[in-house]
């Protein structure tokens, strides 16, 4: 199971924050701050995995983060998911969201969360792996807008 | 209409959207919280706006300040309005704000459930596919249990799309409505074999989630997933199926043979697989790795599966080789993974993990942390006699080195683990052990003095010979205090000092000098310790103190003892003045006993025996569960109340406060320990040479005692050498590496005695069977330990139950889907549908009155022509059993008069009542006839619950299941039930949707049947008559606080005390005084609401009413009532 899936940028400004297990807000906020003070301070050249994060899950859980140019992707899992495999994931989200966006920067992830949070809806539900395959998962993204193109035509109309 | 919706949409435009505000954050970096306050507030005006698309747009905006730290809990309510908005745009903006701020505890919740399900059925897929997104995240068990079936269903939905997400929201359902697990799993189970991929993958996400905490119940499903993974081409799908095998095989050994086969074939699929996403990673050469990539993931599968294969070793072996050159490669994340694998292979073949040693220690250097915590962890498994000095080394080094503080705290508890692993198992030396201890304590800023303060403690009492040793070093400790407090970045370490005072205490008859460490104890600056330390302190000084006399008892020259006497009497008072009552209690106690001691001791008296005795008794480990054993003993009550319970309010007040501080020490005296002479005179020369040996020993002179009279401090300690590379060095602490060498050469020593004794052996017995021994390297038996540890199990209460159930945690919701679900399902089992549920029904005080009710009852039309056609032809014979159709049903109203088709205007069929006691509660009484010639039974009663109405159902069943009807009706009976239901809002009139169905029984056969109809909720069923007199009555209408409206009744034709008569007859009015040609009449809500009529004889109502809704709908009733004579 995946926990948690936070994307902020190098100064530690969330950008996207969705987590499987609730939490009050300040304890969000302090765990993203954690995160990210973990995740930063190590080189582009050491692993993409970190366990020890202490607010998050505990032992059987650990971060596996990817850094894009000024983004840190990072998801915490459970020791049911496969580290390549969220790896993975990870690189088939960053994908998707780069052709939605038409090259994705940081910028569209801050003007557009709630897309970005309706491209995520479609890869992972209720913190479980539903959609690898990346064709699907923009066609049902694409469906989606245009059904929501359709509904804001009447006002147009009148 | 079209003008509302433009002026609407130009409103729109001038509100900020999503991107203004983000824009408007970005420039008010100076001022963002504030420039955020302005916008909540603007939100809430937007919110309280009735244009749906301003409300989504401000929901919208909500979730981006929730991502920033804003608690948007109170809009919850909005959320739930968003989410209900017929748009799919609105919809997903609430769904998603939903997901983002709604748990378990939000009350909102609870009003989505019809919400949800109307959109789980909706036509639109996208639709439910935003439902059941959102559902994923905040289903609670009241949802999952409500709407279990719902998704059930749709887990067979024409649509892939809806399947997977269905099948996958299972898993979260099942963990919040275990019932559920049973009856959904052949679904479940079918859903694997699904044609779509994603659902498939779907399907075994779920299982194999549902399978890793209890593997057994799915060792059925073994040879279906078998036949899977051999076909499936999805990786992921192979990578969780070969996870679930990795839980099943250590269950059921014959697995694991066959599975080595097929797996071997998916090597070549899953390197691809790896080796392009190592491809994104980094820009290693593939053509070099690939092999082992797909190596690495090769063997992490079959270690899994070889552990029940003993004769795999070899290849086993084969696998640590080749992890080992992943572990020295350059990649950082082959690395990690490498570690990973060999870790889970420790498990199984720890010893050929063990000959890899050197590259785990090697990996401690490395500079990703994670690295080095995975070494770490390896290390703690592959520990043993040997290495474990060699082991403990390395670390120490490292934790010198290493820069962090997380680190090196995660390398001390590291060392304390693999240390005190199965207790004290590896450990040859506790004077070693103890080295490390204080070694340790020298670390700065660690969090974790308590531990090292508790291993301490713990090796002390439970290794009898180590006390002679630890109480001297104890005694340095305490000695040299100041190094360890003077630092107040090094707080969490004065823990030890807890540990230091209590075994120099305790232990004291072991004390080379107890004055001068009495003196250390009693120092002004302990005053500065934290308080449950310094109780330690003052209790401790008590029991040396003890020490001191009983030392001195005998002694012509008491000059020692009373020396010690005065000592406490000086330096005690600064303790009684304390701020922590534990201190000062223990201080003024102690200091008034000493006084006593004093007197007497100027009398010449000897006291020692008695003071001696007060701290007479031994001490032995507890056991941390010993508490919860204690048996309960026959005839006590723990839930009885002693007293009669306190009221709330002064409960309320007392909150339980930590007087005493939360490490209590275990105190008690051990009774002088047996130590026999000979073992302590073995020791003795055993240490001498020790300390011979170690430079850092600080010799025990016969003068020290002198110069702690002349200057107290460390002066006089002689600093021999320092390691200046080690910084901020204890001085006189030992030095744990010459334990290390010292160990070596007992060991050494003992191997050639054996050796010794073998050849005495072989000249006695010339027969070959000494070969055994000269076997090469020792093996891990022949170490035999220089110490033992003494008290190896901890103490238990007497006749404690023994249980070993507390292993996992009750709160693990995995503990309730540990369910067999082999066992043929139960019908009892079956999920909550709407209705069919049985349970008993309510019988409400209320007793029937006169009126009669205006009650407008209707078959409901529900069936579809096309149902309508295929039915026909079926029933041409049966047509009794045809129940669902409208034509059918009044071929059934012949034999059934079931009130709702038997209707007519005077007939009482049904009876709609409020309470008075109760303004939320309304009685309805139901008359079920039978007019048929069958006999009907297993009647239940259901009624589609609404936002403001729902049916009381008893007290544990879900709000969706049926009521049973407390009787049968035989052929040409009736008989009344009622039911009660809660209303919340009454001001408009309602109608429930509601099922009955029942069983029609004949000689030849027996039908399960079903109706539906509508139960109509008038206003008028709120009003209650209620008598009022006219002054009260006028000074009502004075008091303005009534609106007004009037209607005319069209065409009523008869006389006017009859229509009085039908008002108050039909619509619950009492007349308040009649003049003439006009009336006033009176009427109250259940709920309080004044409706008052003032009727002429021109047929006009003026009518005045608190509640303006209300007073429309009872009049439109009254119209509705003349409108049908």
């Known amino acids: ?158 | 209409m079209a003008l509302k919706i433009v002026k609407g949409s130009i409103d729109r435009m001038f509100d900020k959207n999503l991107q203004d505000l983000v824009r408007g954050i970005r420039n008010h970096k100076e001022d963002e919280a504030k420039y955020i306050s302005t916008c909540i507030d603007e939100i809430k005006q937007e919110l309280k706006q009735d244009n749906i698309a301003v409300k989504a747009n401000a929901v919208c905006k909500l979730t981006y300040l929730q991502m920033l730290g804003y608690d948007v809990s109170w809009a919850a309510f909005n959320i739930v309005e968003v989410m209900s908005s017929s748009k799919f745009t609105y919809k997903r903006i609430g769904y998603l704000a939903a997901s983002q701020c709604f748990h378990e505890s939000t009350d909102v919740i609870m009003l989505t459930t019809n919400q949800i399900r109307k959109d789980l059925s909706s036509p639109n897929q996208y639709d439910t596919g935003v439902a059941l997104t959102g559902l994923s995240c905040f289903v609670t068990p009241d949802l999952a249990r409500d709407l279990a079936n719902d998704i059930m269903t749709l887990m067979s939905h024409t649509k892939p799309y809806i399947r997977k997400k269905a099948v996958l929201i299972m898993y979260k359902v099942f963990l919040k409505y275990p019932e559920s697990l049973r009856p959904a799993f052949p679904r479940l189970k079918e859903k694997l074999e699904d044609p779509d991929p994603g659902v498939q993958s779907a399907a075994v996400n779920v299982i194999c989630e549902l399978a890793r905490r209890n593997p057994k119940n799915y060792l059925s499903l073994a040879p279906l997933f078998f036949k899977l993974m051999t076909s499936s081409t999805n990786n992921w799908v192979l990578i969780k199926i070969i996870k679930l095998f990795g839980a099943l095989t250590p269950l059921e050994p014959r697995l694991g043979k066959k599975l080595i086969e097929p797996l071997t074939n998916l090597i070549h699929r899953i390197y691809l697989f790896f080796s392009q996403i190592l491809h994104h990673l980094s820009a290693i050469t593939l053509v070099c790795f690939s092999w082992l990539i797909a190596f690495l993931f090769f063997i992490t599968v079959l270690i899994s599966l070889s552990s029940g294969m003993p004769n795999h070793s070899a290849s086993i072996q084969l696998c640590v080789q080749k992890l080992r050159i992943l572990i020295e490669d350059s990649d950082q994340n082959l690395k990690y993974l490498g570690l990973l694998a060999m870790s889970k292979i420790l498990k199984t073949h720890p010893k050929s993990v063990q000959s890899h040693k050197d590259l785990i220690l090697q990996c401690l250097d490395d500079k990703d942390e994670s690295i080095r915590l995975r070494a770490l962890d390896l290390l703690y498994g592959m520990v043993s006699k040997k290495n474990l000095m060699e082991i403990v080394k390395k670390l120490m080094l490292h934790v010198d080195k290493a820069e962090g503080t997380t680190y090196r705290d995660e390398l001390l508890t590291k060392i304390i683990d693999i240390c005190s692993q199965s207790n004290y198992q590896y450990i040859t030396n506790f004077e070693w052990y103890i080295s490390i201890l204080v070694e340790l304590t020298r670390l700065e800023g660690t969090r974790h003095g308590h531990l090292i303060a508790s291993q301490m403690l713990d090796v002390a009492i439970r290794v009898k010979a180590i006390r002679v040793f630890a109480v001297a070093q104890m005694a340095t400790l305490l000695d040299n205090a100041h190094m360890l407090t003077g630092n107040t970045q090094r707080n969490g370490i004065c823990e030890v000092l807890y540990a230091a005072a209590w075994i120099c205490g305790e232990f004291s008859e072991h004390l080379e000098n107890p004055m001068e460490t009495l003196e250390a104890m009693l120092r002004p600056k302990v005053a500065t310790l934290p308080g449950h330390i310094q109780a330690v302190y003052v209790q401790n000084a008590a029991k040396l103190f003890a020490t001191v006399l009983k030392s001195q008892e005998g002694n012509t020259d008491s000059t020692t003892a009373q020396e010690a006497s005065q000592l406490m009497i000086d330096r005690l008072p600064l303790f009684v003045q304390s701020a922590n009552l534990e201190v000062q209690e223990r201080a003024s106690c102690i200091l008034q006993l000493v006084k006593y001691i004093q007197k007497l001791q100027q009398k010449d008296v000897e006291v020692s025996e008695e003071v001696c005795a007060l701290f007479a008794g031994e001490l032995n480990p507890v056991a941390p569960k010993a508490q919860k054993k204690v048996p309960i003993p026959d005839g006590l009550d723990l839930d009885a109340w002693i007293n009669e319970p306190p009221s709330e309010s002064e409960s309320e007040d007392e909150q339980p406060k930590a007087i005493f501080s939360k490490e209590e020490p275990k105190h008690s005296r051990p009774r002088h320990t047996e130590v026999d002479e000979k073992e302590l005179a073995r020791r003795r020369e055993a240490r001498k040479q020790e300390q011979a040996n170690n430079p850092f020993y600080i010799k025990a002179s016969p003068s020290s005692q002198k110069v702690y009279q002349e200057t107290p401090g460390v002066e006089h300690i002689p600093v021999v050498q320092i390691d200046l590379s080690v910084p901020l060095k204890v001085p006189g602490l030992p030095m744990s590496d010459q334990y290390v060498k010292l160990e070596e050469e007992r060991r050494q020593k003992e191997r050639a005695e054996k050796k010794k004794k073998d050849k005495k052996k072989r000249k006695e017995k010339r027969s070959g069977r000494g070969k055994k021994h000269d076997s090469g390297p020792e093996s891990e038996e022949d170490i035999t330990p220089a110490h033992m540890v003494d008290i190896v199990t901890e103490e238990m209460p007497e006749n404690a139950l023994p249980s070993d159930d507390d292993e996992r945690d009750p709160a693990d919701p995995h503990k309730a889907l540990d369910i067999d679900l082999d066992k043929p399902l139960a019908d009892s089992e079956k999920l909550p549908v709407r209705s069919h549920r049985a349970a008993e029904v309510l019988k409400s005080p209320a007793e029937d009155e006169e009126g009669e009710n205006v009650s407008s009852l209707e078959p409901k039309k529900k069936s579809s022509k096309e149902k309508r056609e295929k039915k026909k032809d079926k029933d041409k014979d049966r047509k009794v059993k045809m129940l669902f159709d409208r034509r059918l049903l009044r071929l059934i109203s012949v034999m059934l008069t079931f009130i709702f088709l038997f209707y007519s205007f005077d007939r009482k069929a049904y009876d709609i009542q409020g309470n008075l006691q109760d303004g939320s509660q309304v009685v309805v009484s139901v008359i079920f006839e039978n007019k048929c010639d069958s006999f009907l039974k297993s009647m239940e009663f259901n009624v589609l619950d609404s936002l403001n109405s729902k049916l009381q159902r008893p007290e544990g069943s879900g709000p969706h299941d049926s009521l049973t009807i407390p009787f049968q009706l035989p052929p040409g009976v009736s008989n009344e039930a009622r039911f009660v239901f809660t209303v919340q809002s009454i001001i408009m009139p309602q109608k429930l949707k509601g099922t009955l169905t029942f069983i029609v029984k004949n000689e030849e056969s027996s039908t399960h049947e079903k109706l539906d109809f509508k139960l109509h909720f008038t206003c008028t069923s709120y009003l209650i008559t209620t008598p009022c007199y006219s002054d009260a009555f006028a000074k009502l209408l004075e008091s303005g606080d009534l609106k007004s409206s009037s209607i005319r009744l069209e065409g009523v034709n008869m006389p006017f005390h009859h229509l009085l008569a039908r008002i108050c007859f039909h619509h619950h009015f009492s007349v308040v005084e009649r003049i003439d040609s006009c009336a006033s009449m009176y009427s109250r809500s259940i709920q309080g609401h004044h409706v008052c009529l003032l009727v002429k004889i021109t047929v006009s109502v003026d009518a005045k009413c608190d509640e303006p809704t209300l007073l429309g709908n009872v009049l439109d009733e009254i119209k509705q009532t003349f409108s049908q004579c």
């Open chain 1, 1 to 158: 199971m995946i926990k948690a899936i936070l994307i902020f940028n190098n100064h530690g400004k969330p950008r996207l924050i969705r987590f499987y297990q609730y939490f009050a807000e300040d304890m969000q906020q302090q765990i993203i701050r954690e995160t990210f003070h973990l995740v930063s301070k190590r080189d582009d050249n050491v692993c993409n995995f970190l366990e020890g994060g202490s607010l998050i899950g505990g032992s059987d859980y650990k971060l596996i983060y990817r850094h894009y140019a000024t983004l840190y992707f990072v998801f915490c899992v459970d020791s049911s998911e496969s580290e390549l495999g969220i790896l993975d994931l990870i690189q088939v989200f960053v994908e998707t969201l780069d052709k939605c966006f038409e090259n994705v920067c940081e910028l569209d992830l801050i003007f557009h969360m709630d897309k970005v949070h309706y491209i995520l809806q479609e890869v992972v539900m209720g913190g479980m792996v539903l959609e690898t395959n990346m064709n699907e998962i923009i066609a049902q993204v694409e469906v989606q807008n245009r059904l929501e193109k359709s509904e804001s035509l009447p006002f147009i109309l009148h």
